[in-house]
């Protein structure tokens, strides 16, 4: 009996090599959709621009505010006297218009807003980075999921084909009387849970496009697959260190979290400003004009202009301002231990996407090894069966070893090409240029 063609089907499937199509989308295509229709990326977007408003906002407190104001009133007066002299009624308009002008010259809290509206920028940006690596990964790890569960579901194919084979084989040897019903009957039990596994398998497979398309807004076209020429390469520089040390410099969740201190550092001496005195330079321009109507009155016009300083010195408002500086140290502390927390936390994602990139390489390598043992092993189970030196049960164990080990195979490629990915997010270094190197592992 020739042996089953499962290990072609199977690289068939995994790679895609005999059936992509050729308008396949690719990893770079799917991530530039995604730019464009993640919810999530645009909110980072928008986040950013209102970041962007902070320097503004902050410097406005640093120049001069002019104020015009106006008024025009319809005055209806009426005057009776205690004397009994005759009362007087008077009807007449006054008008007012004012424009004043002032320059803050020592107000040292408005110059600490302008400095912390400077690192509210630098967070906004270091944010909107992180979106944008973190896009990256979710649409990485959303499209190898697809890939992953389609090869899922192509193995659950080829496994319930393996099994109808061996089942009918055994229901044959079993008629001619040359084996037992319990061959028949463990064929029979294994065939049906293939079954099931491959129900299952394209469930998943339909949640993960389903996971995919919350990312890019509609159902994903065919997507292309890992190649024949596919090739684990170590980290460069391969020492773990190395990059975390890079992660310490360049990490943009990092950043976040250092600006976010300086700002609650900065809210501190913003508070305790408050006991301070303030000075500004003021000056003021009014014209005023009022009709006749006044007893014994005449109407008028008036011109009022000054120009000078104005101190403002704060005596007692109630522990207000104490009570908000205690309020601006407790957030204080509670950044530093947030961005020592965010120091470790990067550290230690930077060291386990190094360690899965170096530990899936040699998973892969091994694997590979596997597979090759595996094929043979089922080949030479099939032909003891072939000599009566093995049973039914043994080739279907050997089907059911090849058919584990190719999908620990393709899962441990698919992790490999994230934790790539994830390594370079994590170190703060991850840009397209980096998606486009793992997008050349595609067959399109």
């Known amino acids: 009996m020739r042996p089953l063609p499962v290990l072609r089907i199977l690289v068939i499937f995994l790679i895609g090599a005999a059936t992509a199509d050729a308008t396949a989308a690719d990893l770079l295509s799917i991530y530039r959709e995604a730019q464009k229709e993640d919810p999530i990326f645009a909110a980072a977007r928008a986040n950013l621009s209102a970041g962007q408003e902070k320097l503004p906002q902050g410097l406005s407190g640093l120049l001069p505010a002019v104020t015009l104001s106006g008024n025009t009133l319809y005055n209806d007066r009426d005057l009776q006297f205690r004397n009994g002299a005759p009362g007087t009624n008077a009807r007449f308009n006054s008008n007012a218009l004012n424009v004043t ?24 940006e270091a944010s909107f980075v992180q979106a944008g690596q973190e896009l ?36 044959r040897n079993f008629e001619v ?8 009957n463990d064929a029979q039990a294994r065939h049906d849970l293939a079954i099931s596994q491959e129900i299952g398998a394209q469930n998943d497979l339909e949640v993960k496009k389903q996971a995919l398309r919350q990312i890019v807004g509609s159902m994903p076209p065919p997507l292309a697959r890992i190649s024949r020429g596919f090739s684990a390469q170590p980290p460069v520089p391969n020492n773990m260190e190395a990059w975390v040390t890079q ?6 969740q990092l950043k976040v979290a250092q600006m976010t201190y300086e700002v609650a550092a900065q809210e501190v001496a913003k508070n305790r400003g408050g006991h301070l005195p303030t000075l500004d330079a003021v000056a003021s321009y009014a014209d005023a004009s009022q009709g006749a109507g006044l007893q014994g009155g005449i109407g008028f016009d008036g011109t009022t202009r000054y120009i000078g300083l104005q101190l403002a010195v704060p005596l007692y408002q109630g522990g ?8 601006a140290t407790a957030n204080q502390e509670k950044s530093r231990q947030d961005l020592e927390n965010t120091r470790r936390t990067v550290a230690q994602n930077t060291r386990a996407a190094f360690l899965g990139v170096t ?52 899962q441990a490629i698919y992790n490999y090409a994230i934790n790539v990915l994830k390594l370079k997010a994590a170190a703060g270094t991850l840009t397209e240029t980096d998606l486009a190197y793992v997008n050349q592992w595609l067959d399109n």
Do not use: C, H
């Not at 090869?151 to 089942?167: G, I, P």
């Open 320 to 327: 207000l301002v104490n009570a908000k500086v205690r309020e």
């Open 247 to 252: 992660s310490a410099s360049a990490s943009p």
């Open 136 to 171: 990256m990964i979710r649409v990485a790890q959303a499209y190898f999921d697809v890939l992953l569960a389609e090869n899922n579901v192509a193995l659950a194919a080829a496994q319930k084909t393996a099994y109808a084979e061996q089942l009918a084989q055994a229901k």
């Open 101 to 124: 002008a002032t320059q803050p010259l020592f107000r040292p809290q408005n110059w600490i807003t302008y400095e912390q509206a400077k690192n509210q920028l630098s967070q906004a």
């Open 177 to 184: 009387g040359t084996a037992t019903i319990t061959d028949a």
């Open 359 to 410: 530990s899936g390489m040699a998973q892969i390598n091994a694997l590979e090894a596997a597979l090759r043992s595996s094929q043979s092993a089922l080949d030479s189970t099939k032909l003891g069966q072939e000599v009566g030196v093995r049973t039914q049960v043994d080739v279907l164990n050997a089907q059911q070893q090849l058919i584990s080990t190719r999908r620990d195979y393709a």
